[in-house]
């Protein structure tokens, strides 16, 4: 079912960067990506950041390793609560 759902991210977050016009057409510009990123091309680099993260997440999906990613993001926590 992972590998599924891998799929599914990283298919989306490929059309994300693929079809960036087409989502800024049809869904418009998103506020928060014009003020922080820049009038100009914000939200199209906002729909494209949103893409790649989707790829990202996608493949640590497909592969698995979705525990193991976490735990290396989470070890400094995890190191310093432990009672020593």
């Known amino acids: 079912m992972s590998i599924f759902i ?11 960067i693929i079809k960036t016009e087409w989502l800024l057409n049809n869904f418009g510009r998103i506020a928060w990506f014009e003020e922080k990123l820049g009038s100009d091309g914000g939200s199209r680099l906002g729909y494209k950041l949103i893409g790649v993260a989707l790829l990202f997440f996608g493949i640590i999906a497909m592969t698995g390793s979705g ?17 020593q």
């Open 67 to 83: 525990n193991s990613f976490m735990e290396w993001i989470l070890s400094p926590l995890i190191k310093y609560s432990r009672p």
């Open 6 to 16: 891998g799929i599914l991210l990283t298919a989306a977050g490929a059309f994300f």
